[in-house]
């Protein structure tokens, strides 16, 4: 999933134009030894935490179908987590830092979710909102001062970005569906000694091979036994 909200944001980000001007898109951590090594104009996006929302942990399963509408699987709830990215931009003047960052920042501020089209992998398969906070609330996550300590450099202006995606639960396979009915056994084991000899009778129902959408919980017309007849009507 991680991955996947690295290339939506890729995604959002190149769509402003910042690539075709000759500005470089990475997601390198900002240290100073990478600093040093930077020849031109850099937008870095450096996810620095990851923390699960917890208030939106849901429990049980949810069907999956295929094109018949036949059940194929389980697949857990997802988990929420929120991604917390430092975004930089990097030149050789604060100037153009400062205009570079303003036009991330007019992107980033434009929405409020990951536009569904950038959506890849299992971020497009569950078709949720993948949603934007930009520098916004800082709780939760290190302050921006702590991260610039970890990575050695110097505080300099950034956009405090954070994503709220899901990660897919645990898919569980189904079973095909029940068409031929139950097996029914009864043996005598006083006159056979190896009950599994035993073929047993099938039981099979009326229009097995299509149970309908009601499957075998659907209505059935069963004969009534000698003598009793149904509410309304002459003796069967």
Not at 7 to 34: K, Y
Not at 161 to 169: D, E, N, Q, T, Y
Not at 185 to 214: E, F, K, M, N, W
């Amino acid at each position: 999933m991680i991955h996947e909200v690295d290339e939506g944001l890729r995604l959002l980000l190149a769509e402003s134009g910042l690539q075709e001007r000759g500005v470089e898109l990475v997601f390198d951590s900002p240290t100073r030894d990478w600093a040093a090594r930077r020849n031109a104009p850099t937008v870095s996006v450096f996810l620095y935490g990851i923390r699960e929302d917890v208030a939106r942990r849901q429990s049980g399963a949810a069907e999956q179908h295929d094109a018949d509408g036949v059940v194929v699987a389980w697949r857990t709830a997802p988990r929420w987590f929120e991604l917390a990215y430092l975004v930089t931009a990097w030149t050789n003047r604060p100037q153009d830092e400062h205009r570079l960052l303003s036009e991330v920042l007019r992107c980033l501020t434009a929405t409020d979710a990951l536009p569904a089209r950038l959506l890849t992998g299992t971020l497009a398969e569950l078709g949720l909102t993948v949603g934007l906070e930009t520098a916004g609330r800082s709780e939760g996550m290190p302050s921006v001062s702590d991260v610039w300590s970890a990575l050695g450099g110097e505080l300099k202006p950034s956009i405090d970005l954070r994503v709220l995606a899901p990660l897919s639960g645990e898919r569980a396979p189904a079973g095909p569906p029940v068409t031929e009915g139950l097996v029914l056994r009864t043996v005598d084991t006083a006159d056979q000694a190896d009950p599994s000899d035993d073929p047993g009778r099938r039981l099979r129902y009326d229009g097995a091979t299509d149970p309908g959408a009601d499957g075998f919980a659907a209505p059935r017309e069963r004969p009534l036994p000698p003598g009793r007849r149904r509410r309304g009507g002459a003796v069967r």
